[in-house]
């Protein structure tokens, strides 16, 4: 089974009833919102720079309604795009990948999948993971954070210390990071065994 590290925490609360509701039809899936447009703007950027960036949003957005509120939220929108190209300047870090897809084996046969919006070289030395959030919350709790920092450890072949973990804060408008021990990350490494053991 593939789960999305998205969905791990709802996993994590009750794994029984996360593989129940599996068990039903798949939802219906509509057009992603304006947060996912604007998300995949900041992608644009990092590959075509600013411009071509706030061309492809303008482009999206074309897809809702055209009236006053949806141009004020378009205005919004390449405002947060110019924040986010901002504090990703401040960072001075150099992006190695973007859009990465992750696949973190988890034993019983399940795997912990998604995407993770950058890969950095910092500037500092070591590497930077973020991931996207919509609004604060204390992010540093989650389970797949340290599950990740492990995984790229892996990958990149170097120690828990050269990699931090975080997210960019959509709602703050900043880059925020974290870096777990290596206790934190082998008691990880256990609960989510034990949760891939439930649902197996």
Known sequence: ??????????????????????????????????????????????SEGIEAAEKHLVKL????????????????HVSYLHQYVNDFIE??????KVGDKINIEINYNNVL??????????????????????????????????LIQHYYAKELGCDYGDISVGVYCF????HIVEKFSQTEIEKALKEVDYISNIIK
């Open 91 to 96: 960072l001075g870090n150099e992006v190695v």
């Open 113 to 146: 999948g998604g995407e993770v919006q950058r890969l950095d070289f910092s500037i500092d030395g070591g590497y930077e993971v973020y991931l996207m959030i919509k609004e604060d919350y204390i992010w540093e709790n989650e389970l797949r954070f340290p």
């Open 61 to 76: 957005f074309r897809n809702f309604s055209e009236n006053r509120k949806s141009d004020r939220l378009l205005e919004d």
């Open 1 to 46: 089974m593939k789960i999305s590290h998205s969905k791990l925490e709802e996993v994590r609360k009750d794994p029984k009833k996360y593989k129940k509701s599996l068990e039903g039809e798949p939802g219906f899936q509509g057009r992603p919102g304006r947060y996912r447009y604007w998300q995949f703007a900041t992608r644009k950027y990092h």
């Open 171 to 174: 709602s703050m408008g900043e």
